[in-house]
């Protein structure tokens, strides 16, 4: 016979893997996008293969963790879980990058349904006293797969087939499915509400306005294009009848209450800043490492396992200091590892070596691993289980915009600094260079740099590398602003969150 706890090692096993097969799908697909695109064809389009998955995926998430609260866990996780693993499927026989667009929407919006859901199971079968060991272990697999999907992705794709890094999200899924359905059984009541329609319509149209404006913009159509400005307005009207929409409705689908609880809206202005800043690390360091000091798409992804291992080390001892220290005192410590890190990241240069680049990566890792545990552990602090579906999700929509939006942002100084480099550099001569304009990588491989004179190449690399350094100057910037953010935390302990707890106690 079962003993709870056993049933708890499956059920936390079970989520693992859900964990780090959905946060790691994005990155994972990224780096196998130039195989993709080399295969099914549609260079015109291959943006809507990752902007598919995460319009859908952020536009789910407030969505469903608030069904979540209403209805109940189980059945909206197993939901998710069951669209993924389609999705995945589809996604291995796509014969057309159309296809794969549409597969990649349907694999997304089971995206959105798993990772708070996931987190805020996680809090109901825990009590109060054990979540620092499990958050952290939750947001150390959560951190370690956000840095460890470009090089599986890497390999799979030089060594084995595109087509499996999808398929390979099968067995995962199909064994978190078997231990979820198996051992997870929930004791709470949900209370019946009626659902947020205007919100939720009005909700997923300015997630897809916006995103569509940033990954578009400046790419396909220029900044100042009609369907850029249209894009942004849809946005901003959508995003204005939404705010309307959930201060009427009786059970909105982002409660704007619980933004009254001081450390939920610290946590989630924190998990902004912390994905803004991180996000530029996690990209422009493996191009840093194969524009600058060669090497292939595989050997640049190793350079990011260092701050994986800074992470996973930061996120279990963040939330189990959290228990001992309280929110503040934590959150500070690793907040200025974290701009540390960054601030050192604004240094690189061509010189710079890839050992003194592996430390400064490290530091990163450290700083960021906390925010990955601690956070989403302070925002359920007040929480009640009947507002911890929204409440996770919510953090988790909010961290992901961030990235979204950071990448965009990073992106457009990167490649203005890059150009304006290379125009001075060459005097006119840049149309030679166009193709590296947007994308280094595609010049400075193995095979392209053998084809470059010497001193030609010097000039780009110094190019490169100093776009790159400016770059994390301007990353400084959220980095900064995460510490002045983290004295709106309160210095609350883990274990005290009690308060929650006995409202929480609904059999």
Not at 90 to 106: F, K, M, P, V, W
Not at 122 to 145: H, N, Q, T, W, Y
Not at 313 to 337: E, W
Request: aromatic letters at 12%; a neutral charge.
């Amino acid at each position: 016979m079962t003993t709870e706890k056993s049933k708890q090692k499956f059920i936390v096993a079970g989520l693992l893997l859900t964990i780090l097969m959905s946060s790691m799908d994005n990155t994972i697909v990224a780096t196998a996008m130039g195989t993709i695109v080399g295969d099914l064809g549609g260079m015109d389009k291959f943006i809507w293969v990752t902007s598919a998955y995460m319009v859908a995926e952020m536009a789910g998430m407030p969505i469903f963790g608030k069904l979540s609260d209403m209805f109940g866990r189980k059945r909206f996780f197993i939901m998710g879980l069951a669209l993924f693993m389609i999705g995945s499927i589809l996604c291995g026989t796509a014969q057309s990058i159309e296809q794969l667009s549409i597969y990649r929407a349907i694999q997304g919006i089971g995206g959105g349904a798993l990772i708070p859901i996931t987190f805020t199971i996680m809090f109901d079968i825990f009590p109060p006293e054990s979540r620092g060991k499990m958050g952290g272990l939750f947001g150390a697999v959560f951190g370690l797969s956000s840095v460890f999907g470009p090089l599986l992705g890497a390999y799979i794709t030089d060594y084995i087939s595109w087509h499996w890094i999808f398929y390979i999200n099968l067995p995962l899924g199909i064994i978190s499915l078997v231990l979820i359905s198996l051992y997870y059984t929930e004791s709470l009541q949900h209370q019946k509400q009626k659902i947020d329609w205007l919100g939720a319509i009005t909700l997923v149209g300015a997630v897809v306005c916006l995103m569509f404006a940033l990954e578009l913009g400046g790419n396909k159509y220029e900044w100042d294009s009609i369907n850029i400005i249209s894009l942004f307005s849809g946005f901003l009207v959508l995003f204005i009848v939404f705010l309307f929409a959930e201060r009427r409705a009786s059970d909105p689908i982002i409660s704007f209450s619980m933004f009254k609880d001081r450390i939920f809206a610290a946590s989630t202005i924190l998990g902004l800043l912390f994905g803004v800043a991180f996000i530029v690390g996690s990209v422009y360091i493996p191009i840093f490492i194969q524009g600058v000091t060669g090497g292939s798409a595989t050997n640049s992804g190793l350079i990011l396992l260092p701050m994986m291992l800074g992470v996973v080390v930061s996120a279990q001892t963040g939330a189990i200091s959290a228990a001992k220290f309280g929110y503040r005192n934590v959150m500070m410590v690793f907040a200025l590892i974290f701009v540390s890190g960054i601030y050192l990241l604004s240094t690189i240069n061509a010189e710079t070596t890839r050992a003194t680049v592996t430390w400064y990566m490290i530091i990163v890792g450290l700083g960021t691993g906390a925010s990955f545990s601690v956070l989403n552990m302070a925002a359920i602090h007040n929480i009640g289980p009947e507002q911890r579906g929204s409440a996770n999700s919510t953090v988790s929509f909010v961290r992901q915009l961030g990235m979204t939006v950071g990448i965009t942002i990073y992106g457009i100084i990167q490649r203005n600094v890059f150009s304006s480099d290379m125009k001075e550099t060459f005097h006119g001569a840049e149309n030679a260079f166009n193709s590296s304009s947007n994308d280094p990588r595609a010049l400075l491989s193995e095979q392209a740099r053998a084809n470059i004179p010497e001193d030609v190449l010097h000039k780009i690399i110094d190019a490169l590398a100093n776009s790159i350094s400016y770059t994390f100057s301007w990353a400084l910037i959220p980095a900064v602003l995460v510490v002045v953010f983290v004295f709106l935390l309160t210095n609350d302990r883990l274990a005290g969150s009690d308060n929650a707890e006995k409202k929480s106690q609904v059999e």
